[in-house]
């Protein structure tokens, strides 16, 4: 809306009869009332599309610091139950609006607690110095109402265009103008007039006698818009201007009491500049209650406003000024009885994104309500490459968890995490991935694209929550990767995990609060052989036990993979394989979280006496036994064993036999004597270029008994780490 109030008036005013063409002085209606009320419409433009809340008209506002107590002549007014702005008190913190009594004045009930007066702005109708000004409240949250000093500052003032108003509206020629407008530009239904005890100037009126647009006796201008002219349907009573279709179905408008609204109904939501520790930040309130942080002091935010769902902002990026903004609509279709959302990250390369795991199996929402994701899917990046920015239309909601054109990881963690007796009743698991198929960990690090859309995912999720009234945890994240490093040494791929899972730490507090650290879940690689430069050995799935042993309550090894079967390339997973693959990674993590933390079944101990090896295990399900499985993972010779020695007499493995409950022995062909160096390894090599999978790819047959199920009834025994262990 530009001139459309000034062209209104060139219209309506245009001259009159060449006999008495000045009558009333159309130059005078055009420069005067046209070019005022433009500049006042312009004013109440920019309050609409700010964080104010506007309250309704007061009757008066002081003018010196007044007894808060019975009635009493104000700006020249006598009160008598009146709406009174008060702004002048020698004890800032009784400012407010009030309510005259013969008593104690009490605070009105639209403006008696901190998230009411907030940005509140009000007209004030009457008084000798304050009619037709508009104030509004400029002290920023936190507010204690009645010990935090409240400030009231003048932003319009309307007492000008009123006086002007009210001399032509008195002139009878121009009252006679008014009439002949009404009666023959504006026909109203059954002779019913416009102008009435609410409206004192009339612009535009519907053939029904309804007004579109005009300027109360309050002095407040009003008006209509419409998407789909012609036809500019009525205000109705509640709102201070609204844009509907032609239909009259609202768009959006701006309500007396709630403030922006919208096809989906009123959206209350202020929001707010502060400085929290030096650094300016922005936050929202929600439905009057909820404070929710918008930005995180991670740069200066400021200049805060609201277009349509959005709250808008500017930050200061490195002194670069760059114009943001963030949806607060906050759909989402978790249940009622929700109160916490639970967050895991799903982080990696191709097997974390579901690469060729297709067609998808788990199609329809594995826990309604309770399992959910972003709006786009599983793998928030849709259907662009994770090498670029998440764009905002990904995230706008939260929705149920399902996969749909393949088959990624996340569907059946978040089906694991709200098993019964899982998570909380009143708690839901949030699972989004933001791995990039082919991407080394150099790719995917912090300072990267991929990590940066996996921070602002867990932020944007932290601000949706919040929105929604809900406790927010983010403390896990899925990591499968490791395929395209390959050539690293176990220091190195180690080193790679430790550092993940520090930055992790560091960069999720900032919108979580809570200093502590990320748990970190990786698995093993298992089809190296297939992969690159297809070695028949690799460090990796060492180092990625290792971290897990090193660093624990910090770094997790789930499972190796060489008991799920792949696609025909032999390096990606079937969609069954890829949802088995989410199962173990959602036990794992559940468990945790229950106060178990979750260990592999790996090789704790190998003892060598004589021509005698004794293996202890440990991890998996402690409460049952170990067992060899030739049939779930065929036999690659030895059961996926090997001797390593360095001097001494060379042996070879002649038998494996189980000796207790999680006890292996393994016999040599005689006394190695007393070589330098002496190691087991199980699954450590295969054959290069062989593909990876159950019968094909660098694995053994060793695995505990454990009775859980993923939700395809496919069995979830723990199958023994790869591993090269020293014998002692």
């Not at 001139?3 to 055009?30: C, H, L, M, Q």
């Not at 046209?34 to 002081?62: F, H, M, N």
């Not at 609204?261 to 936050?283: E, K, N, P, T, Y």
């Amino acid at each position: 809306m530009a001139d459309e109030v000034r062209n209104a008036f060139d219209t309506v005013y245009s001259d009159g009869p060449s006999s008495n063409p000045d009558e009333p002085s159309k130059a005078e209606i055009r420069s005067v009332l046209g070019g005022t009320i433009q500049t006042e419409v312009d004013k109440l433009r920019g309050l609409i599309t700010s964080s104010t809340q506007w309250k309704p008209p007061v009757d008066l506002a002081t003018t010196a610091n007044v007894a808060l107590s019975g009635e009493q002549t104000i700006d020249g007014v006598q009160t008598s139950g009146s709406d009174v702005l008060v702004k002048n008190q020698a004890a800032p913190a009784q400012n407010g609006i009030y309510t005259t009594a013969a008593g104690t004045w009490e605070r009105r009930a639209d403006a008696n607690d901190a998230s009411e007066i907030v940005g509140a702005a009000v007209f004030i109708r009457s008084g000798t110095v304050n009619a037709g000004k508009q104030f509004v409240c400029g002290t920023p949250a936190p507010i204690t109402i009645g010990s935090t000093a409240l400030t009231f500052t003048e932003i319009a003032d309307q007492s000008a265009l009123n006086a002007t108003l009210a001399e032509k509206a008195d002139e009878v020629p121009f009252a006679d103008f008014l009439r002949e407008s009404r009666e023959n530009l504006f026909p109203a239904a059954d002779g019913q007039g416009m102008m009435d005890e609410y409206w004192q100037t009339v612009f535009l009126a519907a053939a029904d006698g309804s007004v579109n647009a005009g300027i109360t006796r309050d002095g407040v201008a009003r008006f209509a818009s419409t998407l789909e002219a012609p036809g500019i349907p009525a205000l109705l009573d509640d709102y201070l201007w609204v844009v509907v279709t032609e239909a009259n179905d609202l768009v959006f408008g701006y309500h007396f009491e709630n403030g922006w609204v919208d096809a989906l109904g009123a959206l209350d939501v202020q929001a707010f500049d502060r400085v929290v520790s030096s650094v300016s930040r922005v936050f929202a309130v929600k439905d009057g209650e909820t404070v929710v942080p918008i930005t995180f002091g991670e740069n200066n935010a400021f200049a805060v406003g609201k277009a349509g769902s959005d709250i808008t902002y500017v930050e200061d990026i490195a002194g670069t000024l760059t114009a943001e903004r963030e949806d607060v609509s906050a759909e989402t279709s978790l249940l009622d009885t929700v109160s916490t959302v639970i967050y895991h990250a799903l982080h990696g390369q191709s097997l974390s994104d579901g690469t060729s795991s297709t067609p998808a199996i788990s199609t329809s929402a594995v826990r309604p309500g309770r399992a959910v994701m972003f709006n786009v899917g599983p793998a928030v990046r849709g259907n662009l490459d994770a090498n670029v920015e998440t764009p905002r239309e990904n995230r706008l909601s939260i929705i149920d968890l399902k996969e749909s054109s393949r088959e990624t990881p996340a569907s059946q963690i978040g089906y694991e995490l709200t098993q019964v007796g899982a998570l909380p009743a009143t708690s839901a698991a949030m699972v989004v991935g933001t791995g990039r198929s082919g991407t080394a960990y150099a790719g995917l690090k912090k300072g990267t694209q991929p990590y940066a859309n996996l921070i602002s995912s867990i932020r944007r999720a932290r601000i949706m929550a919040g929105l929604n009234g809900l406790v927010y945890e983010a403390k896990t994240v899925s990591f499968i990767q490791g395929e395209d490093n390959i050539s690293d040494s176990l220091a190195t791929y180690q080193g790679h995990l430790e550092e993940l899972q520090a930055d992790l730490s560091g960069d999720v507090a900032i919108y979580t609060g809570v200093v502590g650290d990320v748990l970190l879940f990786v698995d093993q690689i298992s089809n190296w052989t297939k992969y690159g430069a297809m070695p028949p050995t690799s460090d990796v799935p060492l180092a990625q036990l290792q971290a897990a042993l090193a660093s624990p309550g910090k770094i997790f090894c789930v499972c190796p993979k060489y008991f799920l079967s792949t696609v025909s390339d032999g390096i990606h997973l079937t969609a069954q394989s890829s949802a088995r693959l989410g199962a173990y990674h959602g036990r794992a993590v559940r468990q945790t979280l229950a106060g178990t933390p979750w260990l592999p079944l790996h090789i704790s101990s190998a003892v060598r006496s004589g021509a005698t090896i004794v293996l202890t295990y440990a991890g998996g399900d402690p409460s049952t036994d170990i067992s060899i499985d030739t049939t779930l993972v065929s036999n690659p010779g030895s059961n996926g064993f090997e001797w390593v020695q360095v001097g001494g007499a060379a042996q070879t493995i002649t038998s494996i036999t189980k000796t207790g409950v999680r006890q292996l022995t393994i016999g040599l062909s005689g006394d190695p004597g007393a070589p330098s160096s002496q190691q087991i390894g199980y699954a450590r090599t295969g054959l290069s270029g062989a593909n990876g999978g159950p019968t094909t790819g660098p694995r053994g047959n060793i695995r505990d008994n454990s009775t859980d199920t993923t939700a395809y009834g496919d069995p979830m025994h723990n199958w023994a780490c790869h591993q090269l262990i020293n014998v002692s």
